[in-house]
């Protein structure tokens, strides 16, 4: 189970912290990803982060604005959200590979989840 959490309401400019707490998915060999949704469009992909390496891997579009990180203690996957923009309000979706690497062809690829979360709302106000 994926238990997603951190979304709200923001204004441009602004971040927000998301998690997703894995309950049930230890081990260090499954990589983490961030997706997200649009009203009317497909979900896409945010981050993600490999198992094996711990090596993180972003969209062009929000490269250099959010990271991704992960406390193996806790279970838990973050996506820090800094200068949020209207283009970013979505559901956001974590999900788990069982890829624990193959850079972001593999990781970037939503067939390549297993288990996904239920979504959190991020609404961004211009």
């Known amino acids: 189970q994926l238990q997603a959490s951190g979304g709200g309401l923001v204004q441009a400019g602004g971040s927000l912290r998301l998690s997703c707490q894995a309950i049930g998915h230890t081990g260090s060999a499954y990589s983490w990803g961030w997706f997200r949704q649009a009203p009317g469009l497909g979900r896409e992909f945010v981050a993600s982060i490999s198992g094996r390496e711990r090596k993180p891997y972003y969209a062009d579009v929000v490269k250099g604005r959010f990271t991704i990180s992960r406390d193996a203690a806790k279970n838990t996957v973050y996506l820090q959200m800094n200068n949020l923009k209207t283009e970013d309000m979505a559901v956001y979706y974590c999900?788990?590979?069982?890829?624990?690497?193959?850079?972001?062809?593999?990781?970037?690829?939503?067939?390549?989840?297993?288990?996904w979360g239920q979504g959190t709302l991020v609404t961004v106000s211009s």
């Open positions: 999900a788990r590979s069982p890829y624990g690497s193959g850079g972001i062809s593999t990781l970037s690829d939503r067939s390549k989840y297993d288990y």
